[in-house]
């Protein structure tokens, strides 16, 4: 019953945008942290950016600073991640979860299924 589905993935040239939605269903969204990760071939999954329930950013990663944009809409039970000014190595798969804990951690409880974005020239 519960689901965070993303979508909005796909390919970007360097220096392109996308925009990550994560749609949330069969939970109060609006008690939890949402937080978006990723994974690379062969990586670790890495916390790129986490959001509290109101809307406060708790942490974005160094390596997405200045470039990507964690919001939330609560009326809509959606989370996005705005990417901009996109790199190689932001290629990956792209996973929101979601933590009732005020947390930024891949201990998180639920988490959706992942989607693929692929930045290349």
């Known amino acids: 019953q519960v689901r965070l589905v993303e979508s909005g993935g796909g390919f970007a040239q360097p220096g392109g945008s996308l925009r990550l939605s994560c749609e949330a269903s069969?939970?109060?969204?609006?008690?939890?942290?949402i937080g978006w990760f990723r994974q690379a071939p062969g990586k670790e999954r890495q916390g790129v950016s986490c959001?509290?329930?109101?809307?406060?950013?708790?942490i974005t990663h160094n390596s997405v600073k200045g470039r990507f944009t964690l919001s939330r809409d609560n009326a809509k039970n959606t989370a996005y991640l705005q990417m901009n000014s996109l790199k190689t190595e932001d290629t990956g798969v792209y996973y929101c979860?979601?933590?009732?804990?005020?947390?930024?951690?891949?201990?998180?409880?639920?988490w959706g299924q992942g989607i693929q974005v692929t930045v290349s020239s």
């Open positions: 959001i509290g329930p109101t809307g406060k950013v708790i």
């Open positions: 069969g939970f109060s969204f609006n008690n939890y942290t």
């Open positions: 979860s979601a933590d009732f804990r005020p947390i930024c951690t891949s201990g998180a409880d639920y």
